[in-house]
């Protein structure tokens, strides 16, 4: 089991990317979607808060939450370059 400890952690570390106090919560409560974002984020280079490249990395957490994504440094890029732009293009769907 985690601890406070941990969580708290993991709460300042996505807060600090920009995510909302919303979906930080949401994430916290989800083990899965939690592991995901973190290495999400760790992918994420150094940069200013953007909430809204951590909105869509949220997104890119929660559709690759379950195993590998080979494909997901690629797609946290894209993201931060600007060249995606909604939850869709995240998840590969048409917009």
Do not use: N, W
Not at 15 to 25: N, P, Y
Not at 31 to 49: F, H, Q
């Amino acid at each position: 089991m985690e601890t406070d400890a941990c969580l708290k952690g993991l709460e300042h570390k996505f807060k600090r990317s920009g995510l909302s106090d919303k979906l930080t919560a949401e994430a916290l409560k989800s083990k899965l979607v939690r592991a995901s974002l973190d290495k999400t984020i760790d992918e994420y280079p150094s940069a200013s808060p953007d909430p809204t490249a951590a909105t869509l990395l949220y997104a890119l957490a929660s559709a690759t939450q379950k195993g590998t994504f080979d494909t997901r440094p690629k797609v946290t890029k894209a993201i931060l370059d600007g060249r995606l732009k909604s939850p869709k293009q995240v998840e590969g769907k048409q917009s």
